[in-house]
């Protein structure tokens, strides 16, 4: 199971970080993702960590803004959100996948994070 957390209402220009805890599964062995759905819209992917936190990758609208991190021994993964924009209002989700699968076998609950300009 993934349980995302941390979202809420920040102002434009703040930050937020958000965490996904993880259990019932060897954490350390899947690549974990972070995805946002705004209303109306489909759901985008936001960023990805590697199982080993050696290699991330970011959508083009996040990067620089965003840092995603992980620590395996809490079994948990952040995404540390700054300079945040209303554009960026959505519910956060985060899922992991094996390293060789491009599909995502556990998804979470999502968090909505909230930006009033």
């Known amino acids: 199971q993934l349980q995302a957390s941390g979202g809420g209402l920040v102002q434009a220009g703040g930050s937020l970080r958000l965490s996904c805890a993880a259990s019932?599964?060897?954490?350390?062995?899947?690549?974990v993702g972070w995805f946002r759905q705004a209303p109306g819209k489909e759901r985008e992917f936001v960023a990805e960590?590697?199982?080993?936190?050696?290699?991330?990758s970011y959508a083009d609208s996040v990067r620089g803004r965003f840092t995603i991190s992980r620590d395996n021994a809490k079994n948990t993964v952040y995404v540390q959100m700054n300079e945040l924009k209303p554009e960026d209002t959505a519910v956060y989700y985060c899922?992991?996948?094996?390293?060789?699968?491009?599909?995502?076998?556990?998804w979470g609950r999502g968090t909505k994070v909230t930006v009033s300009s």
């Open positions: 019932g599964f060897r954490f350390d062995a899947y690549a």
């Open positions: 899922a992991a996948r094996s390293p060789g699968s491009r599909e995502y076998t556990y």
């Open positions: 960590i590697s199982r080993g936190a050696g290699g991330t």
